[in-house]
């Protein structure tokens, strides 16, 4: 929306609201035949119309301008011109001076019109003493101009419709003051809201935090929420479950500009502290010598470090506690705001975010050494195969060969199983046969016949002996 359309769209409601009411007034002025009060609403009337038009085209203080000395102007003029019919009309403009008031302190409630709304009382003021002096005129001889003769009576009616005034003008200041200093706040609790989106949003977009590193990643977290938060101290402390402890891992010094050296808080010596970090999910002190949950480190940690307020954070990792967030205050007292808590409690979110991040890495790099081990081992299988492959191959070739060799041993043996069984058999039956028939024979003659063929036969089985071991040196 532009600025023109923005401005009339906040006081056309007030344009509105003033020319129903001028319509309301001129018509039953007219009606009752009261021209003045007529003559009032049809001048209102117009003001609404030529405010609606300033304000169309963006002429915000001539259009206020024209409503803050317009009113009480056109009011004072109109009994002067025109005439009234009921003397009660002195009292009902009284309120319509007031009335009138309350209407254009509304419409400029803005801050860069105060000036103007002083004005305006101002006149407002003026007008409210002198328009009884101009109405009266028309009512001589009544019971109002009797009162003005009376100095008391009139005094009295003065100082009550000034006070009538006087009181409503201090509500209005007291209600514009309520006004302005509620929208101080708001502008205050805005731009602090919206510095902390903007950390917030810069924060989830780091790199540095996302990257893994996780002592790189808290420090910056840590500057960074305490420039913006503009806390004295802003540190991280991780619970140990071995020593029962929580250890500072990163903290940072806004005022030094320095990151704090490590230490480390045991829970024996400070058991309602932990505790009250257990149970509750925030742990806020505004005053940390009077709040009870951190009264046990006054004179070990608070005192020394002139610590005068804190808020601790717990934050979580995978639903188990892992340590807190700690904001700590040294120059004044500070209030913990639902904004300070809820930026704080999105920073204990983002250290969380970092801490899954660097478990992620050390996942990835272990997940990345197993595959280059896995690789190895790999190659080595591969090499190891080829070993057996080639082995395999050999072996193969080798029990082809000695397939081959058994079969020409074993035709070599089923060779010298047949000269054995029938060449080297043959002989030694017949010499056998022939030595028995030489040992029965008792003619000499003819056993020199056996001995012949017996060394005839001698001799055949001899040669067939040769034979077989030439063949058995061959084979060997």
């Not at 046969?433 to 089985?461: P, R």
């Amino acid at each position: 929306m532009s600025t023109i359309e923005h401005t009339f769209s906040s006081g056309k409601s007030n344009g509105y609201f003033l020319l129903a009411f001028s319509t309301l007034m001129s018509f039953q002025g007219y009606q009752w035949g009261n021209h003045a009060s007529t003559a009032l609403g049809i001048g209102c009337a117009c003001i609404a119309i030529m405010y609606l038009l300033l304000l169309r085209f963006d002429f915000a203080w001539p259009a206020n301008g024209l409503v803050a000395f317009g009113l009480p102007l056109t009011a004072f003029f109109c009994p002067y011109f025109f005439p009234l019919r009921f003397e009660i009309t002195v009292t009902t403009f009284g309120y319509m001076y007031i009335g009138g008031l309350m209407y254009t302190a509304w419409c400029l409630q803005d801050q860069r019109f105060r000036k103007m709304l002083w004005a305006s009382m101002f006149v407002f003021f003026i007008c409210m003493v002198f328009y009884d002096k101009i109405i009266i005129r028309h009512f001589p001889n009544s019971h109002f101009e009797e009162m003005f003769k009376n100095e008391t009576l009139y005094k009295h009616f003065k100082l009550m419709q000034l006070t009538h005034f006087i009181t409503v003008v201090f509500i209005i200041l007291l209600i514009q003051k309520n006004k302005f200093k509620a929208e101080f706040e708001l502008k205050k609790q805005i731009l602090k809201i919206r510095q902390f989106t903007n950390n917030l949003i810069s924060s989830s977009k780091s790199k540095l935090i996302h990257s893994g590193n996780l002592v790189e990643a808290l420090e910056e977290i840590i500057r960074n929420t305490a420039s913006t938060m503009n806390v004295s101290r802003v540190s991280i402390w991780e619970y140990n479950d071995h020593t029962d402890s929580i250890d500072l891992i990163a903290g940072y010094d806004l005022e030094r500009n320095s990151y704090m050296d490590k230490t480390f808080l045991l829970r024996k010596n400070f058991p309602t502290y932990f505790k009250a970090l257990l149970e509750e999910k925030i742990v806020t002190a505004d005053d940390v010598m009077e709040n009870p949950k951190t009264q046990e480190f006054v004179d070990s940690y608070l005192k020394p470090l002139q610590i005068k307020s804190m808020m601790d954070v717990p934050f979580f990792i995978d639903g188990a506690f892992k340590g807190i967030l700690c904001f700590e205050e040294q120059r004044n007292r500070k209030h913990w705001d639902n904004q300070d808590q809820l930026f704080a409690t999105s920073m204990s979110k983002m250290i969380s975010i970092a801490y899954y991040c660097c478990m992620r890495r050390e996942q990835f790099e272990k997940l990345l050494s197993a595959t280059r081990d896995l690789e190895k081992n790999n190659s080595i299988i591969q090499t190891i195969n080829q070993k057996i492959i080639d082995l395999n191959g050999t072996l193969h070739e080798d029990l082809h060969i000695k397939e081959k060799n058994l079969e020409e041993l074993q035709d070599f043996l089923n060779e010298l199983s047949f000269k054995n069984a029938h060449q080297v058999r043959g002989p030694l039956s017949r010499i056998l046969g022939l030595v028995y028939l030489y040992q029965m024979e008792k003619d000499s003659d003819v056993k020199m016949e056996y001995i012949k063929h017996i060394d005839h036969s001698a001799k055949e089985l001899d040669e067939m002996i040769r034979e077989i071991s030439k063949m058995l040196n061959q084979r060997v």
